[in-house]
């Protein structure tokens, strides 16, 4: 009898050592994050005073909110994400010309969830970012036959719809990212985990509806205006 409860209790033993890591379930699901944004040294972009140094997230549910802004605040870029409705949007707001914007197609979409193709594993890895105890993860980018690291926060909630993390459903804190063929370094640097006002997921004022590379073209074709900026450094 007490060999047979040995055995039993051995097999339990292995098999609990054996079984993966169960994940934690996020208890949170809106909030605010502030990132940083840097580019690596060989970035192909010469129109530095509009490269953005930082981008505001916030997220309620389903629907998220990117806004990001240069050129000392004449433009702003904010992409708009309604996971529920698989609708995607992006806006910019151009001070100096046309405000402009577009919706991904069905065919968009999928192209930005398996280009480049992610397979994400887990880890316990901590580090803290931002006041919060986040989790490494490293992700395997099977298009380009390479890994890198990313930091998230388990306890909330997230969608990544229209993008290679469609499939991680956890806030992520420092990640690399490339938007309008642009590759930056993302950080948290602030975080608020309290109500959202619903309105920032809507689009406001007029824009010209135009088509995806339309939209990209003029992203990339912005230019430093003649003596932008020089008034304030006489």
Sequence with gaps: MKSRLFIFILLVTVISACSPTKETVPTIFEGKVVYKISYPAD??????????????????????????????GLLVVVNLLDNKLKKYSSLLINDMGQNMAFHDTPEDVKDQENDPLYKIETTDVKKTIAGVECRKAIVNDITHNKTFDIYFYDKVRMNYGASPYKDFHYLIMEYPHTKYGMSMQLQAEKVEFTPVDTNVFNVHGEFQWVDKRTFMSTIKDLKVPTGFGTEKQK
């Excluded at 530095?48 to 806004?67: G, M, N, R, S, Y």
């Design 43 to 72: 970035n192909p972009y010469n129109n530095i005073p509009f490269l953005p140094t930082e981008t505001q997230l916030a997220f309620k549910d389903d629907k998220v909110c990117f806004v990001t802004s240069g050129g000392m």
